[in-house]
């Protein structure tokens, strides 16, 4: 329980009334969730407004209300005009919890591509070194063993921070989670005390939310700039920035933690060097400021080597040992939907990847191409109710990479699929003649034609939704998993 005044102390207040010293038992912005001692914070959500249910939440019981512009309330019952219920939101949701990110070790990842897989690599070095690790991501949330659902990226923060306290009260000591731009942007974070951020990439995606580049890399930044006010915890802040990506000067320029960078290319402290990329995996030599280090990864592409270095760096900046990060970094036998391997005993490649920005497709379609004895078949397509504009991008990056490409349905949402499809066409017409690709809108039927094409050498890209079990078809959630499907092509026609 904690008095309305002690969660709103840190608020931006415009107004206040009623009794602050009215205890509350929990928080809540979904008027459904509601119950008798809980206050209800107003936010404005795309579809629809907090702020319209608050009569609902008072029916279910709701102590008070925290909203950002009037409500009617009755007699007795407080209110908080703040000037900004989501930031509220999350700031009230951390004093609930007894701000449960002081007690933790805690690495944010952000960046457009290699979230997951160098999350996946930080968990399994804190694990070597005998921690208790908690894991928020794309795929699943986990605390030490125990694997929970995930609904966004990024939880709301009410939720985040539930889902801390929990942690701390089981033990773990070290989270590492990824930070997606939405978050950043939309303040699902603040009030959490982040002891490392990492910074993988930027490249084009998001732009229906963001508008343009610029924000997007702004929101990207908030990351980093919140680790000189995260001063409580007594242990340095560590930005790891990735040296070799365009933007790692503003991100370097945004924070005043120490910085470590990595890289193949550029001046960097972590630095891969001697690259031997192979099939299913890659070897390199990595200089670190504790010495250098021979790691050989089970996981395939250069990108694959970025992410192990990001982990490497979040290592060596908490202290532990070199061979302690060598024997977590080999241990990963894969991150699932990621260059992921479907085999029925067929003499071609099937690889399942989460791959749907341009940079993501374009990176698993080269690392394809480095093992690759026939010809590399991508199949893919485009989210619906998302950016337009990397769809013909995207197209022209299949195209010109792949021996051959087949354009089929992601997740259309509420768009036509056809017309995702024909936006994706235009850049594929730039680059091929119709004898290089298929339209093929049924995704079974289109994984089913590149498993029917295949021939000995050959590799097979499913690209774009990887772990993902479902398709979204206007408001209506149908299973599907391209490993699933895959495997039931493979068997059919192999």
């Known amino acids: 329980m904690k008095s309305i005044y002690d969660l709103i102390i840190d608020l931006d207040i415009i107004e206040t009334k009623g009794n602050l010293d009215t205890m509350l038992s929990c928080l809540s912005y979904d008027s459904r969730k509601v119950v008798p001692g809980c206050g209800f914070v107003c936010v404005e959500g795309f579809k629809s407004d907090g702020h319209k249910y608050v009569p609902s939440a008072l029916e279910q019981g709701a102590t008070a209300v925290i909203a950002q512009k009037p409500v009617e309330v009755p007699e007795g019952v407080p209110l908080v005009i703040v000037r900004d219920t989501r930031k509220a939101l999350a700031l009230m949701s951390t004093a609930m919890n007894d701000y449960p ?24 070095i804190f694990e070597e070194e005998g921690y208790k690790v908690g894991l928020i991501g794309t795929i699943i949330n986990k605390i030490d063993k125990k ?54 990439n930027v490249s084009q995606d998001h732009l229906d939310f963001h508008g343009n580049m610029e ?15 995260n001063i409580r915890k007594k242990i340095p802040k560590y930005a790891i920035i990735n040296a070799d990506d365009p933007s790692a000067k503003t991100i370097i320029e945004a924070t005043k933690g120490r910085i470590l960078t990595y890289g193949v290319k550029n001046d960097c402290d972590i630095k891969a060097f001697n690259i031997n990329l192979r099939a299913d995996r890659a070897a390199f030599d990595v200089a670190t400021p504790k010495g250098d280090l021979y790691l050989e990864i089970n996981l395939p592409g250069m990108f694959n080597i970025y992410n192990s270095l990001a982990a490497l760096a979040v290592g060596v900046s908490r202290d532990i040992g070199l061979g302690s990060i060598k024997t977590a970094l080999e241990s990963v036998k894969g991150v699932p939907g990621r260059m992921e391997k479907v085999s029925e005993g067929q003499e071609f490649s099937v690889l399942v990847d989460y791959a749907h920005t341009p940079d993501g497709l374009e990176n698993i379609i080269r690392a394809a191409r480095e093992f690759a004895r026939g010809r590399v078949i991508t199949v893919f397509g485009c989210g619906g109710d998302r950016d337009r504009t990397k769809r013909p991008v995207m197209g022209e990056i299949s195209a010109r990479l792949s021996d051959y490409s087949i354009l089929t349905s992601d997740n259309p949402r509420t768009e036509d699929p056809f017309f995702i499809i024909s936006q994706i066409e235009e850049g594929v017409r730039k680059a091929v003649d119709r004898s290089k690709y298929s339209v093929i809108p049924d995704r079974r039927e289109a994984i089913g034609s590149a498993v029917k094409m295949a021939e000995a050498g050959d590799v097979i890209l499913i690209a774009g939704k990887g772990h993902e079990t479902y398709q979204i078809v206007n408001d209506k959630v149908n299973h599907f998993d391209d490993r699933e499907v895959a495997r039931e092509m493979l068997k059919k026609y192999n």
């Open 101 to 124: 990110s002081r007690k933790l070790t805690m690495v944010g990842v952000t960046g457009t591509n290699g979230k997951t897989t160098t999350t996946y690599l930080v968990e399994r």
């Open 215 to 229: 924000n997007y890399l702004k929101a990207k930044a908030k990351l980093f700039a919140a680790l000189d006010s």
């Open 147 to 200: 694997v929970f659902p995930v609904t966004n990226t990024t939880p709301e923060s009410l939720d985040l921070q539930l889902l801390l306290k929990e942690m701390v009260d089981t033990g773990v000591t070290h989270v590492v989670m990824e930070v997606s731009s939405h978050a950043l942007e939309l303040g699902r974070t603040e009030g959490v005390e982040f002891d490392n951020a990492v910074f993988t």
